[in-house]
């Protein structure tokens, strides 16, 4: 059974930085990119940064010098979140292939 649990979050204060944590049971980050994606209450879900089997990185431009996704081993990935701000607050999901996890809650206060 595949699983990708996300952890990490919190609260914290503008300016701080948290690192989120994805990883994957059942199956391993080979098979294409991993992605992190960033929901608000009655908006969609938006893409905030993704890794390609290639290690390419993308991110979406309110996040640009900011955040850093990176590889840990076969089967996690991380998302360093540097000088946040209260915009960033949401829950964080990582996604992979056709799975989601459920999620991480990260609340940031001004």
């Known amino acids: 059974q595949v699983q990708l649990v996300e952890s990490g979050g919190g609260a914290v204060q503008a300016g701080k930085s948290l690192t989120l944590s994805c990883a994957a049971s059942?199956?391993?980050?080979?098979?294409?990119?991993v992605a992190w994606y960033r929901q608000v209450p009655g908006e969609e879900r938006e893409l905030v940064a993704y890794?390609?089997?290639?290690?390419?990185t993308g991110y979406a431009d309110s996040v640009k010098g900011r955040f850093t996704v990176s590889r840990g081993n076969a089967n996690t990935v991380y998302l360093q979140m540097d000088s946040l701000q209260s915009e960033d607050t949401g829950i964080y999901y990582c996604?992979?292939?056709?799975?989601w996890g459920r999620g991480t809650q990260v609340t940031v206060s001004s």
């Open positions: 890794i390609t089997s290639a290690d390419t």
């Open positions: 996604h992979y292939v056709r799975y």
């Open positions: 059942g199956i391993t980050f080979d098979l294409g990119s």
